[in-house]
């Protein structure tokens, strides 16, 4: 099994910035895939960004420029960095690992962007 944890969520000003991170323990392969997802209230989870545990990336348009994600292969941990943070930004965070055909989610972690 697989336990994904997040921290870093908050609450932050519009132009402010965050740092969240995901801690991944249990039975973790090498070659994996960690992405951030996000679910604003009233819509559906949608993908913000997602690192090969080669490095490669891939971000959504909507953060595209401004966030930045990250990986530390050595501690199991995946990071996103949040810059120039907008309301819209505003949703429950989670982190997942897919490997092999399986995926697994975090609990979540809460961010607000607002004045």
């Known amino acids: 099994q697989v336990q994904l944890v997040e921290s870093g969520g908050g609450l932050v000003q519009p132009g402010g910035s965050l740092r969240l991170s995901c801690a991944a323990s249990?039975?973790?392969?090498?070659?994996?895939?960690l992405g951030w997802f996000r679910q604003a209230p009233g819509k559906e989870r949608e993908l913000v960004a997602r690192?090969?545990?080669?490095?490669?990336?891939n971000y959504a348009d909507a953060v595209n420029g401004r966030f930045t994600i990250s990986r530390d292969n050595a501690k199991n941990m995946v990071y996103l960095q949040m810059d120039s943070l907008k309301s819209e930004d505003t949703a429950v965070y989670y982190c997942?690992?897919?490997?092999?055909?399986?995926?697994?989610w975090g609990k979540g972690t809460l961010v607000t962007v607002s004045s």
């Open positions: 997942r690992l897919d490997s092999y055909g399986k995926g697994y």
């Open positions: 249990g039975s973790i392969s090498s070659i994996n895939l």
């Open positions: 690192i090969s545990s080669r490095g490669s990336t």
